[in-house]
């Protein structure tokens, strides 16, 4: 079986993620217009008939934006905790609220859809609630952690378990530091249900490192605290002094914030 993902958007200003077969696939998150969604599908091959439904991780804006549409327009299912729909239909982003197409998942019940099976788990971040997911496809083990301020014990069981990583390394701590953010929002961004630095994700990633994971993505990258190559180097540098060499013992990508990845294919 073919197994293919494509990141769509990953940043503070959108995020969407797909992940298929050869017939259907599904998106984690909708937090860019929907036609930009079907545009980049289409680019890929990938035609939205396809898509077998939408799994949110949070009640951000940049992770919600097109559910509406997808869910009430399209009729895609929207699977996401209780608390993530409740928050996403308070949301100022949702000029179309979520009815027919809700769907609710209980974090760490597996859910099995057509070859897909996935599991969600709690992460710390300050949405209304938070989830990361963890996909098993064909043998294939994808975890996906795109906002999140530290790495729990129970974030740590999904990320060793994973052969294809998307990891948040949201922002450069000197960067920060020295940015024009508010103090608030420093503190916000910094604290424990905020992101992970590219020194956290680094330093989580060397310690914790597992044989059989093959790729690491690093995701939602900041727009004004971060650089793709400042955190593909942090990370790559600290995996290095490990004797672990990107290239030929794991793969390595720092996502784009606004265009779409590659589409990767694996057998």
């Known amino acids: 079986m073919k197994i293919r993902f494509i990141s769509l958007a990953s940043g503070s200003s959108g995020n969407c993620y797909y992940i298929g077969t ?27 008939e396809t898509i077998r439904a939408v ?9 919600i934006k097109a559910v509406g549409g997808l869910g009430e327009k399209l009729n895609i299912p929207i699977y996401t905790t209780a608390l993530i729909h409740e928050g996403i239909n308070k949301s100022y982003c949702m000029t179309e609220k979520l009815s027919t197409s ?3 998942l209980e974090k760490g019940e597996p859910l099995q859809l057509a070859d897909f099976r996935i599991e969600s788990f709690e992460v710390p971040h ?28 129970t974030a740590a069981k999904y990320i060793r378990k994973a052969n294809y990583l998307i990891l948040e390394a949201n922002y450069d701590e000197e960067m920060l530091r020295m940015g024009s953010y508010p103090p608030y929002l420093k503190e916000r961004i ?54 672990i060499i ?12 606004t265009t779409p990845s590659e589409l990767y294919e694996f057998e």
């Open 190 to 243: 910094a604290s424990r249900t905020g992101h992970l630095s590219n020194t956290a994700t680094a330093n989580f990633l060397a310690e914790n490192i597992t044989e059989h994971l093959r790729y690491i993505w690093l995701c939602h990258l900041s727009k004004d605290n971060n650089h793709p190559e400042l955190a593909y180097k942090t990370v790559e540098w600290k995996l290095r002094e490990r004797g």
């Open 22 to 48: 050869e017939q259907y696939g599904i998106l984690i998150d909708a937090g860019i217009a929907a036609r930009t969604i079907k545009k980049t599908l289409r680019d890929a091959g990938i035609g939205m």
């Open 246 to 257: 990107v290239g030929k013992d794991v793969q390595l990508c720092a996502l784009k914030r």
């Open 102 to 104: 809700v769907r609710y």
């Open 55 to 63: 799994f949110v991780t949070h009640d951000h804006a940049d992770h």
């Open 126 to 153: 300050d949405g209304t609630d938070n989830v990361g997911y963890c996909i098993e496809i064909d043998g294939k083990t994808f975890s996906f952690l795109t906002d999140l301020g530290e790495i729990t014990p």
